[in-house]
């Protein structure tokens, strides 16, 4: 099942520079893992901005929650949620 | 070059329905073509909405406004665009 | 998997009477229809308004799609869907 | 009578960890102990956000009140209240 | 109970002169006889717009409902509604 | 003349809690008399959240300037400020 | 008392063009006999819209009402009013 | 040529009194420098807020820059800046 | 003296087509007169839009009303417009 | 490839001042380089506001995406960006 996840990354000006650092560090292994996993199916980056858009395939909504709450930089991300499905005009029979 | 593209559809109650069929029809088949070209790389349908999220690979801004426009359904949407790039954290080299 | 699904109804003045009776008609049969079977589990209208707060279980993101499609209401609701899950504070096992 | 109450929790970042902890602990018992006298009738946890969408049943508007303000992650909480009605569609008779 | 009520009201500019001119009428009759049973405790108009702001005594949430489902004007208002209760400032022991 | 002014208050977390307690007591002594003298003629609590809307009666803008700005929770205050005036649907002569 | 109204106007395109021109016609002699008494005190243009700035002087907020109801092109504008005081920095006595 | 301009000042708690108070002292010269200069045409008071509305005769947006720029509150304020022209209604050949 | 003005177009779907066509191409006309001038110095196609990023160097807001009130597609515009100066930071001496 | 960069800059009050200073030295310097480069094609200041317009020029989503975040203030910015294309009605034929 998908789920689109548009993220913006708000890191506050005065957190610790180490702190900072992990924490990043943290977020691109978990979020590797999850994309080695299939489960985080796609991530772009907005050009310009910390914002991206992400695609996940999860069983069911409780698993994007748990998912979502694991992040590193959950602490300082705003979320927008929306639940995908199978557009009539895709040609592609997966996740289109 | 990739863009997101949030479509919503509003075809109006009143429009002819052999017109709006037609258009419909129209509409599937011009965007298979441009699935299949590799230009419209994903469509996903909103749950619940008459909207959608795609991802566009273009040459440039030029080439995508081109295959907007040439859209059956254009005059009855509106449209949210977003300049999208490889995101660091991506663990592929193509769409990611 | 649960849902929030929150709908707000404008039927157009000028629609013919008859044809809004009937479609009225067959909403509110499609809605206990889903009410009985489970998938619509609650249903309340939000006081002074033409508008309901909702909460559907349904298989997956496909399911909730084609019962929202379904409304014989839906060309005339503006929709605000939610995906929830079970609250960590929550007493109870099934929809809390 | 029934009124949707949905909250957004935003912890600050320097908010001392024990404090933390005691008022989250708290507030989870006081959210269950008003489960269990029928007063917090409904609990979900909106997917991949601190927020939740709850139904509370009580006497009247003061009660609502009274009840919002004892909650120990009030101060961090916003409010959106809706006083909600039984629907006329609804199959139930108690809360719908 | 109390409940601010703050309605906006749009005539559309193409209705029928005598059913805009009766509908108004029964409207001014409505509102009047519930502001004498003291349901309407108060209206007021605001300057230089065709918005009041009113203030209803009911029951509970589903009297509130049904008083403003029968407001002749309904069909081309809309609605704003808050929940209100004694302030506790307030000298007054009755509405405030 | 009467003006409806919604009030939100927003009292930061760390205000020195003597401090915090002395100016809601002034606060509350400073509306009470202006109740009595019939300028602060309502003050209603919304219920669930640290917002009122009051009614003023006022010689003219300046008058509501004034008692406005020396609310000892001022600086801790939004406002939003109506003009209003007498309904013509309304029964009574005074401030409806 | 001073008032700030800030009116855009939208003429319907379909609105038959002599009402359209007898309407302005009103208006613009509506607006200069207010001018002439000093009611209204000031009236911009908004570069490059159909919308103006204005300041009225009036009696209280009934009589503003009044005076805008009267607008010959009131059914086809939106007001945004703002009660206005003496600024304590202003070096003129009268109207700033 | 004529700009309105509104200003919403905030200044903020913890500012030392003695920086805040000079720099209102400072505020307040170097407005009433402009009023006397006929730049700042008219400034008002916002009745309830600490916002002002005010009128502005520059020979050009650079002129504009340079004054608002100037202002010893700028850091703490918001502004909305609207160019303004002479309204064809008006009966006045200067600022109307 | 600059400005940047944002036109967004919203053509009629019922527009007779002659007359669509015909404003087209006197909007095109007046445009490519005004450019030769010199007043519009740049226009820009939002990518995917019908929506314009235009600048334009005016001799004051007089005069940047009377070219934006002489579009022949104005009717069917809306427009959002900011006064522009040099920035510090330019390299350049004229429109940078 | 044409983007319209809107950037709104927000330095906090309580930044070192000697950092401020050389944060926006090392700013306009790098802006500059950009200039003269042809990569950062216009610059405007919007008159009255610490916010810019700016065109780039670049090769495409990552290239621009890099020259932002270059921006040495880049940490205190707003961004709005916009892909642009020429316009039909243009009369020049590069950046129009």
């Not at 990043?24 to 590797?32: F, G, L, N, V």
């Not at 999850?34 to 695609?55: C, D, F, M, P």
Request: aromatic share 8%; charged share 30%.
């Amino acid at each position: 099942m998908l789920f689109q996840v548009e993220m913006t990354v708000n890191i506050p000006a005065d957190l610790d520079p180490e702190i900072a650092a992990d924490t990043k560090a943290r977020e691109k292994a978990y979020s590797q893992d999850l994309q080695k996993s299939g489960v985080w199916r796609h991530i772009w980056r907005k050009a310009g901005l910390y914002e991206n858009t992400s695609i996940f395939e999860v069983r069911d909504n409780e698993h994007l929650h748990e998912v979502l709450m694991g992040l590193p930089l959950y602490p300082y991300m705003d979320m927008k949620i929306t639940p995908l499905c199978r557009h009539p005009s895709s040609i592609r029979e997966d996740d289109s």
